[in-house]
Structures are given as C-alpha cells and as structure tokens.
C-alpha cells in the first residue's frame, strides 16, 4: 500500500515536529514553507515579511532549556538555560540535520488554498493549490498538519484610540519593532504590558528621553530567575504542583502565596502595576528588567489611554504628556486561516477544535492544526506531543470521539477558561502546560501510572514527579519510545549547571543525594492521600 501523503503548512517549530512525526508513523511528508529558511516565530529579519512572525533583534526566550527541547534531542548541555533567538535557530538547526528534515521542505512555496476533494467523504484527501515563482501548482494530500502558529497577524484595534488619526508621530504594532536605535532622545509611549511591550519599553528606555508604559488593567510581572538563580520554569513546572492545583482550595492557596512572593521581589501597587485580578486569571509578564527601569525613571507606568492629540497623549487618570515622538502598540495578535476554505471559523480569536487541534465537524479527521495554544510553558513540546497523536490518528492507529462528544469537550474547555482567565483575545487558547501535555499523552498513549513507576523505578519516579516536567517524560514508554529517555531524565541537573560552569567557586553546585527507594514511596504515598482529602474537601465546599 503507498504511503498516505501529509502537507505541512509551515516550517518553524511546530513544522519540523510535524515531518518528524509523519516519518515515525511511515507517512510521506511534504512540508510547504514560504519563506527561504527553517524556525518560524524564531528566525530574525531585518524588516517584517508578510504573512509569517516576526521578533525584535533582542528576543529571549521565557522558557528554559530543559523545558522547551523536543523529548528525544536535548540541547546541548553548553548552550545557556534561557537561550537568545540565534541559540534557539541553531538547536532548531541541528535538530533538522539530526533527523534529516530539510529534505522534506518545500522553500519559497506558498499555499494559496485548501479545499476537500470531491470524493472527501470517502477519502478524507484534500487538493492543495501551492505558489512558487508564480507558478501555481496542484496536489492532492491524505493529510493536513498546519503549523502556522498564532503571532502573524498584528491585532492593532485602533478604533479604541480616540484621536489616532490627529497624532503626528509616528505609531505602530510591535511587530514592526527590531530594536532600539531610532528612539535614540525620543518619547515613547508603549501599550500593552504583554511579554513584548513590557520587553520594548524596557530596551527602548535605555537610549529614549522617556519611555511612558501604558496598561489598560496591569500586570503581575515574574522573573525568569527563581530562588538561589534557579530557572523559574523549572520549579513552578512540576506534577507535585499541579497535581495540587486542580483543587480551586489549594489553587487559591499557591496563588496567595505566589503573589506575596512577587511582591516580595518588587511592590507591584506600589509601582503601579498591579492589577485586579489574581495571578491566576492573566497570563503572566515575564521580565527581569522593569522594576528598575521604573525606580530609575527610565520608565513610567501609566494608565489606559484616553485621548490622542496631534503631539500629545491623554490618560485616563486625567495626566496628559506633551511632545510624544512614537507610540508602540503592543496589543497582540489575531489568528486565521485563509487557506483553508472555510473550513474553521475564527471569531474574535474564538475557535472550535477538539483537543485544540482537530474541526469537530468534518467527515474524515484528516486536519489538523498544531501548536494553536498558548500553554503556561514551552510551546515546543506541545506541539510535538500534538503531531505525535495527529499522525497517529492519520495512520487509524487513533480514533476520535464521536462528533458530540468533541463538541462537549470542546464547550467544556471554553466554559473553564472563562471560569478562570480575564475575558481577553489572548486567553482563548490558553492550556495548562503538564495537565494539557498529559491530556494529549494519555491519546496516543504515551502516558504512565506514578504509582507503578514508584514501584518499578523509584529513583526515576522521584524525579518525575518532584522534579520539573521535562519533555523526556513522553518518551519513556509507549509509541515512540526513546531508550535514553531515562537517563536524560536523571541528568538533566548536569546540563542545567554546564553553563554556569565557565568560573567554578567551590563545591555549591554538587549534586545532593538522591532519597531513598522507602521515603519516595512513602512520600508518593502520602501526597496521593493527600489530594484525595483535598478532592473530598473541594466536593464538600462546592
């Protein structure tokens, strides 16, 4: 039987996932992507290029390493724990020649539209009309994996800015922002305390007269260094936590105590940041900088703007400043598919996808969309996860619900999250970083039973589940399955420290002992009665 064929709209990271995972299940990829080089969101221009993302020349990532690295290809241990966009394309980089990726990509190819075939009830296949030198051409694909992720499209509601069309500076979307050097003397204002506004008003304040960051509803802002210098992302992002903060009791709880500890670092009243709502309601701000910008008056918060004038801004607390010279709209983005003939409707940043992946209404799950989430973490492996279970369902080695039971799920979720997030275009795709990973894990299946690994391995099983929530879990067992999954596992402590290592003062960074194999059971133990008293106290106040 020939192989299914599967387009893969887009080449960044969720693309090259997507091959690799066509590849495992003995699918035929074919990966179309418009632009002349691999990395997507990741890969730095000089000027913005129409229809893909685009980053400013200073972008780090908010997401350590040992985080956001695809579950069998660890990043070198020598690269550093939150890594600059070039290190990012570099792995990306090797990560391709490893698997042999770039052979499968079709550069400077454009897909103009895809449409059902005439016999799609049958077949599930799809005509796909692609652009290169302008000169169209036609296929017909079993499968669609698209992966052209949600910063491409600059939400710039302007309507919502009395005045703009009198202002004489200039104005733009921080998408059109690479870094700082025109702002040199100048007064800025920037708009939004998103990750890039507050990044932009930052880095500008360094050379600007005066940068003035204006916030409609403020912001918890995190840093990415946690207690002792440790990556942030590797304390918060672990199952003793999340098994935890299911239960609105305790969540309530570590949110209280989160908020006192960021407020230990810097008072966001007092600086005019905070906001109304808990830290579990927004997506949080990551930045290392801005308190003191903002204590050195480099930078000055300010609230909602009101009014533009031809060289002024107005607020809303009544403050006015004169003789502004640019303003950056740092206002996020919005989310579609053109190509796609209609067959997923984007409203306001609203979508209807099962697992926030596959249209719930087609005859045939033969589409998908991959890395559509904004996750409380690392979008790579993610995005890898989700391919694995797509090509898996591709193949008919998964199945999919009935269409009214996707339809629930899909109600479910959207009801949950309006539960819990401030109503914002941002927080429409939002997903728990381990509970979402382990919801996709359990579909292919590559998920595993804490308690049976605490018996069987219970060093590794301490690690899982009191140490971060790395990648490598996914690929202890099941489809897929990588040998070194365990090991990487039990060293990744040592490729945390590598970088560090450059001047090394004394013996701080040793290793401690690993607990013995009867105090992880009785601690697994213990923390296993424990949710279920806090499961019998939730039910019993609700």
């Known amino acids: 039987m020939a192989k299914k064929r599967i387009a893969v709209i887009g080449a960044g990271a969720s693309g090259l996932v997507s091959i690799k995972s066509c590849l495992e299940e003995d699918l035929e990829p074919v990966c179309f992507e418009m632009s002349n080089d691999i990395g997507g969101l990741w890969r730095f221009e000089e000027k913005p290029e129409a229809g893909r993302a685009s980053i400013y020349r200073s972008v780090i990532i908010n997401t350590s390493k040992e985080m956001m690295c695809f579950s069998d290809f660890p990043i070198p241990d020598d690269f550093p724990n939150y890594m600059h966009n070039t290190k990012i394309m570099e792995y990306f980089r090797q990560y391709a020649k490893h698997f042999d990726l770039l052979k499968y990509i079709r550069f400077r190819t454009k897909v103009c539209n895809i449409s059902k075939s005439p016999d799609f009830t049958e077949t599930g296949q799809w005509n796909v009309i692609t652009e290169t030198n302008e000169k169209q051409e036609s296929s017909v694909f079993d499968g669609i994996m698209v992966c052209t992720g949600h910063h491409t499209n600059a939400y710039l509601p302007l309507h919502s800015f009395p005045g703009i069309e009198k202002f ?223 090509t898996r369902v591709f193949k008919g080695l998964c199945k999919l619900p009935l269409a009214s039971d996707m339809l629930e799920d899909i109600h479910f979720k959207q009801v949950e999250m309006a539960k819990r997030y401030v109503r914002s275009p941002r927080h429409t795709i939002q997903v728990g970083y381990i509970d979402y990973m382990d919801e996709i894990a359990a579909l292919i299946p590559v998920n595993f039973n804490i308690w049976l690994l605490s018996l069987t391995d219970p060093k590794l099983a301490w690690q899982v589940f009191f140490g971060p929530c790395t990648p490598y879990q996914y690929r202890l067992q099941g489809p897929g399955k990588w040998d070194n999954a365990r090991k990487t596992i039990l060293t990744q402590r040592e490729r945390i420290l590598k970088p560090f290592m450059t001047r090394v003062a004394s013996n701080s960074l040793s290793h401690s002992k690993q607990p013995s194999v009867f105090k992880a059971f009785v601690v697994v133990a213990l923390v296993t009665a424990l949710l279920g008293w806090f499961e019998t106290l939730s039910s019993f106040i609700m």
């Open 168 to 390: 004489k500076g200039r104005y733009f979307h921080s998408r059109d922002y690479k870094d700082p050097i025109e702002f040199m003397g100048k007064r800025v204002v920037v708009v939004g305390t998103g990750n890039s506004g507050v990044d932009i008003a930052v880095e500008i304040s360094q050379v600007a007269s005066q940068v003035f960051l204006s916030t409609r509803r403020g912001a918890w802002i995190m840093n990415r260094i946690w207690d002792n210098g440790e990556p942030q992302d590797l304390i918060l992002n672990r199952r003793i936590f999340s098994s935890f903060f299911k239960y609105s009791f305790f969540r309530r709880c570590i949110n209280h105590i989160a908020q006192q500890k960021m407020n230990k670092k810097f008072n966001h009243a007092m600086y005019g940041l905070r906001p109304q709502h808990s830290l579990c309601n927004q997506h949080p701000t990551i930045n290392d900088d801005l308190p003191n910008r903002i204590i050195s008056g480099r930078v000055i918060v300010k609230p909602n703007i009101k009014e533009f004038t031809e060289t002024s801004v107005l607020f809303d607390n009544g403050s006015k400043e004169d003789n502004i010279d640019f303003v950056i709209f740092a206002t996020g983005y919005s989310f579609s598919f053109p190509f796609l003939d209609n067959c997923i409707s984007v409203i306001d940043n609203q979508v209807s996808l099962y697992k926030y992946i596959f249209p719930p209404h087609l005859e045939k799950p033969t589409l998908a969309i991959i890395g559509l989430v904004q996750p409380l973490g690392a979008i790579m492996p993610i995005a890898e996860l989700q391919a694995r279970w797509v």
